[in-house]
C-alpha cells in the first residue's frame, strides 16, 4: 500500500505539502469519474444526429469519414479543426464496416467518442490534482449547461478534446514542463485553434530569456497557421489561416457583428446564464482569481475571453468548456487559502507521486501517452483520406451506401407506424429528424460512389446512383439538391446523353438562380448540340454571376471563335489565363485565335 500512496499521492496547482492518496480513495475517484461519463455517454448519446430540423451534430461527426467526406460543405472557421473530425470519421467508418445501419450504433459511436475524452479528461486531474473531486464534479455540471436547449444542443467532435489539451498544458506549465507543455498546444490546436490561448503561458516562463519566449511563442502560432493551410491544401478544402467568423479577408476577421451579438446579449434576460456558465465557475474565477501567483492562468482566461467575445456565439455555452477546468482548479486553491491549507514549495520534481516511478510525474506520463497517441490516430487517419482521394473505394462506397440506405428504411417503416397512430408527435418529429440524416448521408455517399464508378468507366452505374439521390428530394435540402442535380448532368454529357443532360441543368438553374456552374454546363451541353447562340448566352450568364469563372470565359472564347468573332474569342481567352494561369487550353486556342487573325489581316 506504501507504493500504491506514493504512486498516486497528487498535489494542487501552485504547490503544496506532498499528501499520498489511501488507494481506497484513488478508486474511488476513477469509479467516479467513469460513473459521471457513463452519465454524459447516455445523456450525449441522444443528440447524435441533432434536433428536429437541425442534423449539423450528426452532420459534422461523419464530415471527414470515408463513406461521407465534405469538409468543404461545413463552415470555414470549422475546416481547420481536422483532428476530432479525422477521428471521428475514423471511428464511424469502422462502425460503417461492421453493422447494418442502425441509428443506436450510430448513436453509440457518437456517445463512446464524447464519454471517452471526457474520462481521460477526469483521469489527468484525478492522476495530478489533490483536490480532483471536486474539480472534476464541477466539470461535469458546468457540461450540463449545454444541454440547456438555449444553447443549441450542439456536441461536436473537438470541443471535449481541446478542453482536454487546454487544460493539460495549464498543468504541464504549473509542473514547469514547458517543452511538453508547446507540444499540448500544438496538438489540441488542430482540435480547435482556441487552444492556441495557452501559448500566452510560454511569456510566463521566468527562467527563459525574452527572445527565447517571443521566438516560442511565434513557432507555436506559425506551427497551427502553417499547419493547416497545408493539411486542408492536400484535401483540396480552401479556408483562410485565421478564419475566425469565417473570414476570407481582414475585413472579414474584424467584422464586429459577432461582438455586437455577444454585447446585446450580456444585456437581455439571458445575461444570467452566460455569466453562472460552467457551474458558476466562469463568474467566480472572475472576482475570486485575482491572485499574483494565478496572474498567468487569469490572463489566459482573459484573453479566451475576448476572443470568443469576437468570434464566439455566447448563448452557446459550449464554446466556455475549455476554460472549465482551469476555472476550478483556481477556484480550488482559493477554497485551500480559505480553510488554511498551508502552502509550501517544492521542486517540481517531487510534487508528483508518480516521481518514484521512472523519475517522471503521473502528468508527464499521461501527457506523452496523449499527445502521441492522439498525434499518431490522427496522422493515420489523415493518410488514410488521402490515399482514397477524399473517400472511399468503390467497395467501401456501397457499403456505406447499404448502411445508409438501411437505416432510411427502417425509419420509414417506423413513420408508417406513425401514420397508423402508434408514435406521438414528439417521436414522429424525432425520426423525422433522423431520417433526414439518413437521407443527407445516403446523398453524399452515392454521390461519392457514381463519381467513383464514372471515373472507372461505369456510366451506367454512376447515372442510376444519380438517380438514387434525385428520389430522395423529399428530405435533402436545396442547396444540396442543385448540385445533386448539376452532378447528375454532367454525368449525363459524359455518358453522350445531351437531351437529359440539358434537362438536369436546367432544373439546377430552376432551384438556384444564379448557378454559375450550371449556365456553363447548360452552355457546353448547347453547344454539343449546335446550339452555339443559345450556349453563348449561357456561358455570359455564368460571367455575369462569377466574373472570376475561368472555364465560363474560356468557354465563351471558344464560342465566339466559331461564329468568327475572333476579336471578342482572343479577350475572353485572354482573361481565362489571367484568372488562371497554367489554364494550357486556353493558351493553345489563344495562339490559334491570334494566328486566324494574323492570317485574315494579312489578306
Not at 473530425?85 to 453509440?108: A, E, T
Not at 458558476?280 to 492562468?297: D, E, I, M, Q, T
Request: glycine fraction near 8%.
Amino acid at each position: 500500500m506504501t507504493h500504491f500512496n506514493r504512486w498516486f499521492g497528487t498535489d494542487g496547482i501552485g504547490g503544496a505539502r506532498k499528501i499520498g492518496l489511501p488507494g481506497g480513495w484513488f478508486i474511488f475517484e476513477l469509479l467516479v469519474a467513469f460513473a459521471l461519463s457513463a452519465a454524459y455517454f447516455h445523456f450525449v448519446k441522444n443528440y447524435a444526429v441533432g434536433i428536429p430540423g437541425d442534423t449539423t451534430n450528426g452532420f459534422v461527426f461523419i464530415s471527414c469519414s470515408l463513406s461521407n467526406f465534405q469538409p468543404e460543405q461545413i463552415f470555414d472557421v470549422w475546416k481547420g479543426r481536422l483532428s476530432g473530425m479525422l477521428l471521428s470519421g475514423g471511428l464511424f467508418d469502422l462502425l460503417v464496416g461492421h453493422s447494418s445501419g442502425k441509428m443506436d450504433q450510430f448513436q453509440f459511436v457518437f456517445g463512446l467518442y464524447h464519454s471517452v475524452w471526457l474520462f481521460l479528461t477526469f483521469l489527468v486531474v484525478i492522476l495530478t490534482l489533490r483536490q480532483s473531486l471536486f474539480i472534476n464534479l464541477g466539470i461535469f455540471a458546468g457540461l450540463m449547461y449545454n444541454f440547456f436547449p438555449v444553447a443549441g444542443l450542439y456536441f461536436y467532435p473537438w470541443d471535449i478534446p481541446a478542453t482536454l489539451f487546454f487544460t493539460l498544458a495549464v498543468l504541464l506549465f504549473e509542473y514547469r514542463r514547458a517543452w511538453l507543455m508547446v507540444a499540448a498546444i500544438c496538438a489540441g490546436c488542430f482540435f480547435k485553434e482556441t487552444v492556441l490561448v495557452c501559448a500566452l503561458l510560454v511569456l510566463f516562463i521566468g527562467q527563459w530569456p525574452w527572445w527565447k519566449r517571443l521566438l516560442v511563442f511565434a513557432v507555436v502560432v506559425a506551427v497551427y497557421v502553417l499547419g493547416k493551410k497545408l493539411l486542408l491544401a492536400e484535401l483540396h478544402v480552401k479556408a483562410a489561416a485565421l478564419s475566425m467568423n469565417d473570414a476570407r479577408s481582414l475585413a472579414d476577421l474584424l467584422d464586429p457583428r459577432i461582438f455586437l451579438a455577444n454585447l446585446r446579449l450580456l444585456f437581455s434576460p439571458m445575461a444570467g446564464y452566460i455569466l453562472f456558465v460552467n457551474a458558476g465557475s466562469l463568474a467566480l474565477v472572475l472576482v475570486l482569481g485575482w491572485r499574483r501567483r494565478f496572474l498567468p492562468y487569469l490572463t489566459v482566461i482573459l484573453f479566451f475571453l475576448v476572443g470568443q467575445f469576437m468570434y464566439g456565439a455566447f448563448n452557446e455555452f459550449r464554446i466556455f468548456m475549455q476554460i472549465l477546468p482551469l476555472s476550478l482548479i483556481l477556484l480550488s486553491e482559493r477554497w485551500r487559502e480559505r480553510s488554511g491549507v498551508e502552502l509550501e514549495k517544492y521542486p517540481a520534481e517531487t510534487v508528483s507521486g508518480w516521481a518514484m516511478r521512472n523519475g517522471l510525474p503521473a502528468l508527464v506520463v499521461v501527457a506523452v501517452v496523449l499527445i502521441s497517441l492522439s498525434t499518431v490516430l490522427v496522422g493515420w487517419c489523415y493518410q488514410t483520406v488521402l490515399r482514397s482521394g477524399g473517400g472511399g473505394d468503390i467497395p467501401f462506397l456501397e457499403t456505406a451506401c447499404g448502411w445508409y440506405k438501411n437505416g432510411f428504411d427502417d425509419v420509414q417503416s417506423r413513420l408508417t407506424d406513425a401514420d397508423a397512430g402508434t408514435l406521438d408527435r414528439k417521436q414522429t418529429d424525432r425520426l423525422k429528424c433522423i431520417g433526414s440524416w439518413y437521407a443527407r448521408a445516403c446523398v453524399v455517399a452515392e454521390m461519392k460512389l457514381a463519381g467513383a464508378l464514372g471515373n472507372s468507366g461505369h456510366q451506367a452505374e454512376a447515372i442510376n446512383c444519380y438517380r438514387t439521390v434525385v428520389g430522395l428530394e423529399p428530405y435533402v435540402d436545396t442547396k444540396t439538391r442543385d448540385s445533386i442535380v448539376n452532378n447528375l448532368g454532367t454525368t449525363f454529357l459524359k455518358h453522350d446523353q445531351i437531351d437529359a443532360a440539358i434537362s438536369q441543368f436546367q432544373e439546377a438553374i430552376r432551384l438556384k438562380p444564379g448557378f454559375a456552374e450550371a449556365h456553363n454546363n447548360l452552355g457546353t451541353a448547347l453547344g454539343m448540340r449546335g446550339q452555339t447562340e443559345e450556349a453563348i448566352g449561357q456561358f455570359q450568364e455564368a460571367i455575369r454571376f462569377k466574373p472570376d469563372f475561368a472555364e465560363a470565359h474560356y468557354n465563351l472564347g471558344t464560342a465566339l471563335g466559331r461564329k468568327g468573332q475572333l476579336d471578342e474569342a482572343i479577350n475572353q481567352f485572354r482573361e481565362a489565363i489571367r484568372l488562371k494561369p497554367d489554364y494550357t487550353e486556353a493558351r493553345h486556342n489563344l495562339d490559334h485565335a491570334l494566328e486566324l487573325k494574323n492570317a485574315s489581316t494579312n489578306q
